[in-house]
């Protein structure tokens, strides 16, 4: 098991209390394997990426712990964790384009990152070249400011800054979200290869284009106001989603085929509900077409079937 | 690269331009006359007076229609001539200014410089450190609203007038002469401290607050927050932020340096320190035109200069102006 999640609640301390972003959410990531991370904005799907990667307020670090190759993540100790950081964790982040330094060359930041955490660019430097050219990069941007490249050659750039030491756990938070469909297919695509040539160990996938995750996740976690609320295997979830927001999320996919000027696509009335303090019991039961009484308790993440979690009490009810 | 310095070259002629003949007209524009102004000292019989003001005028060209003066004028600048001082006759004015310019720079250059690197090093530090940001900034802010004059009248009653350690006024004491001699200069020094202090002060103040406040926006940056992701070390996360906060402080000097060179005059008038600023004011009172126009001229010359020398500073340290400049259309 190269991650596992348990109980992880991250809050955000504002002045009128504490808002449950990530409140309880368990789940594990295998070696090899792609996590595809989906929900609506606000969901909390970016507060987790965040939380493993930089956890400063107003986050909060709530309880619960994340292990990571069987080791204990430090997530309140902003400084024990920078040993963890780029090295065994790393992020590329949602804003991709911007994340380089405007005044000095790529190369050159590069070589000053990572001397700074003890590593030497001169044994990288071929490696490097290598995965360069796995981005369609040319060697000669490391001579140049990120300026003088395309949104999208930064965001490849990036990619390669973030897996260059092999990290166990690679976050990519909505990196497709800015870019348009043709470019996001061949973006998800060498995340993949990344995966398969064994650069990074697990990848977790985050994003609200749940159609992404058909083409590259192995597994799809669906979270929503801050639960998870499904885990399956991507075929499963999306052939036989149990829980009532997962299905609404995937039917309010469009069709290929459908003309959509006939029948309007449809949609999930309602609205997430504030996560400063939040009411009792299932977060989606007020949009929720099926709800019951027991709804107004919380109902747990359990297993309904093999590598099948839900958390609804229409579907843990069913087992016993 | 060529093209980018021609049209700075050329915006730079025409501000010239502009500003000389605007200081040109500005003294012309003042209610009196110097020539009487001049023999008004003298005390002359009226009938006398006529005639000396008569061949004053036409000795200084000012018998001239508007027009014809100001070709002279600029014929004459051509050839390097600003006249003659009227207050200070027969002194030729361009050796006024020559003998006030050690005094002015000796001043002004310290204080801007040294101002502006400790304001910008100090501010980068305290940034963000919150007990310290806590104490030194309402200091700054301080520090930033007072009028250089005022602080200039403070220290000088402080520290001339109550403690006694320093001079209020000159440059150098009355009893001796300029020379290289070390009593000299430590005699210099001394006049030169609190005239360079008031300066030094109200300057630091902005150029800490606004590098503080840039230190703090480039913190919050993306790229800042990736390295902080990475595990990069505070070290570097701030010598990054450092450099890229220092581009607008170097725009703010250029913008900066019209203000201080007034705010100069205010001080060198308090402390009766011979530089450009308190020769402006001599020149003003005795309605010297020929005088004012030098020193206008110099502080014009001066700033331009400086702000040339600040944009080709700015072209080499950041890589977004120089790469732009093949395709510069804006």
């Known amino acids: 098991m190269a991650v596992s999640v348990k109980n992880l609640k991250i809050y955000y301390q504002t002045l009128r209390g504490q808002v449950q972003a990530v409140d309880n959410v368990s789940f594990d990531i295998k070696d090899h394997e792609i996590l595809g991370m989906a929900g609506e904005s606000g969901c909390g799907k970016s507060t987790f990426s965040n939380s493993l990667v930089l956890l400063k307020p107003p986050m909060k670090f709530m309880g619960g712990r994340v292990e990571l190759d069987g080791e204990s993540l430090p997530l309140a100790d902003f400084r024990k964790m920078n040993e963890f950081r780029y090295k065994k964790i790393s992020l590329i982040p949602q804003y991709a384009m911007n994340a380089l330094n405007p005044t000095r060359k790529i190369g050159r930041m590069i070589a000053e990152l990572l001397a700074s955490r003890g590593v030497s660019f001169s044994k990288i430097s071929r490696e490097l070249d290598r995965r360069l050219k796995l981005v369609n990069l040319n060697r000669s941007v490391m001579k140049m400011y990120p300026f003088e490249l395309s949104g999208g050659m930064r965001q490849r750039a990036v990619m390669v800054i973030a897996t260059l030491l092999d990290p166990s756990l690679l976050l990519a938070d909505e990196i497709t979200s800015a870019l348009d469909v043709s470019t996001q297919k061949a973006v998800a695509k060498m995340l993949v290869q990344f995966r398969d040539m064994d650069l990074v160990k697990s990848l977790v996938f985050v994003t609200h284009d749940i159609s992404i995750l058909y083409q590259i996740a192995d597994r799809v976690l669906i979270m929503y106001a801050g639960k998870a609320v499904e885990i399956a295997p991507t075929k499963k979830i999306t052939k036989e989603p149990l829980h009532p927001y997962t299905r609404l999320l995937i039917s309010s996919l469009p069709d290929v085929g459908v003309k959509y000027s006939e029948r309007r696509l449809a949609g999930i009335k309602g609205r997430p509900p504030g996560l400063l303090n939040p009411f009792p019991g299932c977060r989606f039961k007020e949009r929720c077409p099926v709800r019951f009484e027991k709804c107004d308790k919380e109902p747990p993440l359990a297993e309904v079937s093999e590598n099948h979690q839900v958390a609804c009490w229409r579907e843990v009810g069913n087992n016993g | ?330």
């Open chain 2, 1 to 330: 690269m060529g093209r980018y310095f021609r049209r700075k070259l050329l915006i730079y002629l025409l501000t010239f331009f502009a500003a000389v003949s605007i200081n040109w007209m500005i003294p012309r524009l003042m209610p009196g006359d110097p020539i009487r102004a001049l023999i008004g000292r003298a005390a002359l019989r009226a009938e006398a007076a006529d005639k000396v003001a008569e061949y004053f005028s036409r000795i200084y060209g000012l018998d001239q229609p508007a027009w014809r003066q100001y070709v002279n004028f600029w014929t004459s600048l051509f050839k390097g001539d600003l006249g003659i001082s009227i207050y200070l006759s027969p002194k030729p004015v361009t050796q006024v200014i020559r003998d006030s310019i050690p005094f002015d720079l000796g001043l002004l250059i310290p204080a801007i410089l040294c101002s502006w690197i400790v304001g910008n090093k100090f501010g980068a530090f305290a940034a963000r450190r919150k007990r310290l940001d806590g104490i030194v900034l309402p200091i700054w802010y301080v520090f930033t609203a007072t009028p250089y004059m005022w602080l200039a009248i403070l220290l000088a009653y402080v520290f001339g007038v109550l403690l006694g350690i320093f001079p209020i006024a000159g440059a150098y004491s009355f009893a001796i002469s300029p020379s290289l001699s070390i009593s000299f200069i430590l005699n210099y020094l001394k006049h030169w401290f609190l005239p360079f202090l008031s300066l030094f002060i109200v300057q630091l103040g902005g150029w800490a607050i606004g590098m503080r406040n840039m230190i703090i926006y480039e913190l919050e940056a993306d790229y800042s927050r990736y390295m902080e992701s990475l595990g990069a070390p505070r070290k570097l996360i701030r010598r990054y932020a450092f450099r890229n906060a220092m581009l607008p402080q170097i725009t703010g000097l250029a913008l900066q340096l019209g203000v201080i060179v007034a705010g100069a005059v205010g001080t060198q008038v308090v402390f009766s320190y011979p530089g450009i600023g308190y020769l402006l004011l001599q020149a003003v009172m005795y309605k010297d035109y020929f005088l004012i126009q030098g020193c206008f001229l110099f502080i014009v010359i001066g700033v331009l200069i400086a702000n040339f020398v600040i944009d080709v500073i700015y072209v080499i340290v950041d890589p977004r102006v120089r790469h732009g400049m093949g395709g510069e259309t804006a």
